[in-house]
């Protein structure tokens, strides 16, 4: 199946730093993938949808210039945190939908958890 | 808008016995549903879809769901559980509007298999 991966995978930074997540579809191509967030036994809140070359749709509520989503190319998708503080802590998830077959399910990442001390 | 509802937070299944996890939908046109699983600090893996034809899907692991129209339900189900199922089930469904295209889950379902 379609593997997509995530990078770092757990990541601990003081208040006030940037973190980026990278995401990446290994054996695909994905022009769309999605940030999740998730908390300690709750769902996955979809936070944006990243487009290639294009601009990221954000949900409701999530802060644009807080949480960077870049599309540079049709594997790579990166989220920066920025000025993480420690609310920002959570466990973030990225997934992407085959390009080739827009109907099928999408591949999730691992994961990364992120905590800010 | 689509929802997808799922009405336990936890179901507990002694190993060998049948398990279903319950989920309901809310959708205006055809559902696209989903089941994922979740183990502890990971990411989702899928389980099977419903986009059209056979009402029975079966998936991975030996999992299955049934679509049924009228009761808007997408249950799971595994004819035997296995401790290994253990895990955190989300029930998804695909909501696609002129804006956008995206999948939007349950709140999950904790599954519980006691040996």
């Known amino acids: 199946g379609a593997v997509v991966s995530q990078h770092p995978s757990r990541v601990i930074c003081k208040s006030g730093t940037s973190v980026k997540i990278e995401c990446r579809s290994l054996d695909f191509q994905a022009t769309t993938m999605f940030w999740y967030r998730q908390f300690p036994k709750q769902s996955l809140m979809l936070m944006a949808t990243s487009n290639e070359g294009s601009k990221a749709t954000y949900e409701q509520g999530v802060e644009k210039d807080k949480f960077l989503i870049n599309h540079a190319s049709l594997t790579l998708s990166t989220l920066t945190v920025t000025s993480a503080h420690p609310e920002d802590s959570s466990f973030y998830i990225c997934?992407?939908?085959?390009?080739?077959?827009?109907?099928?399910?999408?591949?999730f990442g691992p994961g990364t958890r992120l905590t800010v001390l | 808008a689509q929802s997808v509802a799922q009405p336990e937070d936890q179901v507990n299944v002694a190993e060998g016995n049948p398990l279903t996890v319950k989920c309901t939908y809310s959708?205006?046109?055809?559902?696209?549903l989903f089941w994922y699983v979740q183990y502890p600090n990971r990411g989702l893996q899928f389980l099977l879809k419903?986009?059209?034809?056979?009402?029975l899907v079966k998936g991975s692991y030996g999992f299955e769901a049934e679509f049924n129209k009228s009761q808007t339900s997408f249950h799971l189900k595994k004819p035997s559980a296995l401790v290994s199922d253990s895990a955190l089930y989300f029930c998804a469904v695909r909501d696609i509007t002129p804006r956008d295209d995206k999948i939007i889950f349950g709140k999950g379902t904790r599954l519980h298999i006691l040996p």
């Open positions: 997934s992407a939908r085959d390009i080739l077959t827009p109907s099928s399910e999408q591949f």
């Open positions: 419903y986009i059209t034809g056979d009402n």
């Open positions: 959708v205006s046109g055809n559902p696209y």
